[in-house]
């Protein structure tokens, strides 16, 4: 009996899966020796926008929030400890002599009397790491007669002290005082306290907290984590700064480049247009400090070797709010604009922009070499703004690519229209965006193939599957949804000589401050996360390959035949093929490849899955690697290769060609 049950067990594991394993009836052919579309070094990019507390709370290190009473409510983010003594605090504005820094704080403490404290509370708390040297700096001023001494305590949630510091500035014009000091212990929800004690009024200003571990240990710079994960993916571009945040809810509010470059202190701080663009995702403290500003997006593309692709407002506020349009007979400043950032990216030293980047830390020029003009716009205002900026920049700098785009909709009349006009006005390389289910994905695998190779090239420069609907706050990045943009993406590289850049959007979510969803990067104040959509972005762009191959069953690519989709490319530099398979369905299949042609291939193959056989996991903070890259091996027999693509799965292979 015993052994009847074992026998059974054992041909329950061992002989159902395989029965199940269907197989390609023919082979998949891939003509290794044909020289295909030349896939550009830009085709897997970044988009960055500062959306979900990416930049301020996010890859910005910065760690307190309002840190120059900007806000609209100036003392935001701040707590005032000991408000029961006559000691106080004033909130002044200088705007009519300091425009680009309007706001400081009066603290007034009479004699005699105990400390007055301010207390900040981070982004949604400070993310402090035991043993990590924290740099703290001020600027003050005192006046006349006082005394002052600054108490810096960083608090855990349970208030107890763990990091401390003193200062004592003593000057009568605005000075910066600085101090630095490491933390005993880790605390993902810290707070910073600030005592004064003296007597006397003294004015505070730029009250700043930076980790020591930023990235590349720049002072003042960038959470290394974050930017790690973003140099992983080995990108192609990064485009920047967003996404809506570019049009602004009113041009008031739109991003204006020049206004974020330069002294940290003079970077004019307005409000972040998600802060409260969703009413299920309110984020009243969601504000631009700048921190993060063009010069610093620049260095960052070229830190992690991205082309810089900079968006730029093209005279119109977001269509989705107050929709505001800048007269044609007053668009000159904004086409200024762009004339401008590209004589500050490109032009040498002696230029009166290459000058400023110069002085920024930066004499050499960052070699741009596209230029965005507006996001997401649509209809005739913005095809006419378009046209006048192509004009402006062509005349003056004929080898910068423009990219222009199609708005939030990849069909229907508005894109049909935008489509049309563009063509007529040679567009060069247009921005489609598709926020849509998993199932549209997968039809649309085939998306390209059939587009006009005589027209424009194609941005797909924000996309990502919605697992509810475009805008929901349930939406989960979870691996059916990574897996249909796997299917999509074989679509897009089998196009290469029509789609010549692509990019996930939005990037990145602060896990208790976001706004979007889904979004490619998770993080909280110390830990961040690779998505299972993050890393089918790095296997495409990490296997990129410098030409397509043609890999067909049957003569056709393969673009779901039963649920099968693939996409190959040789690599020149490595001198490999690089295979890319998508198993969408719930079956395993044996895919019979026949690798055609003369080039001769080592016999071992390496082979990189992604995989889970619940289309419904998510990797989170707690269990960040569920869905994660897992690396084989596959014996080549001759040219023929066997692999067994599991159920819901995404497989690279690399093959070795022969010298
Ligand atoms: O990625 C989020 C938003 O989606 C972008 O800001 C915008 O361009 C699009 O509508």
Redesign the pocket.
Known sequence: MIKSIIFSLFFSWVLIPVTLISQTANPIIVNIDHSGAVIQPTMWGI?F?D?NFAADGGIYAELVKNRSFEFFKPLMGWKILKPDTTSGILIINQSSTNPANPRYARISIAEGEPAFGLSNAGFRGMGIKKGMTYHFSVLVRQLEGSTLKMHIGLVNSKGEVIGTADLAPEARQWKKYTVSFAATVTEPKAKLNIWFEGRGSFDIDMISLFPDDTWKNRPGGLRADLVQLLADLKPGFLRFP????VEGRDLDNRYQWKNTIGNIEDRHLIVNRWNTEFAHRLTPDYFQSFGMGFFEYFQLAEDIGAEPLPILNCGMACE?NTAEVVPMDQLGPYIQDALDLIEFANASADSKWGKVRSQLGHPAPFNMKFIGVG??QWGSQYIERYAAFTKAIKEKYPDIKIVTGTG?SPSGKDFDFAGRELKKLNAQIVDE?Y?ANPEWFLQNATRYDNYDRNSYRIFAG?YAAQSKFTCSPDNQNNWKCALSEAAFMTGLERNADVVYMCSY??LFAHVDAWQ?TPDLIWFDNLKSLGTANYYVQKLFSNNKGTEVLPMLLENKPLTGQNGLFASAAFDKNSNEIILKLVNSSEKAQTANIVLEGNKKLMSKAKVIVLKSENVNTVNSLEQPALISPVEQELIIKGKKINKILDPYSFSIVRIKVLK
């Open positions: 988009f926008e959306i967003g996404g809506c945040i989705f996001n997401e939030p965006h926020y924000e959007a939005p979007w």
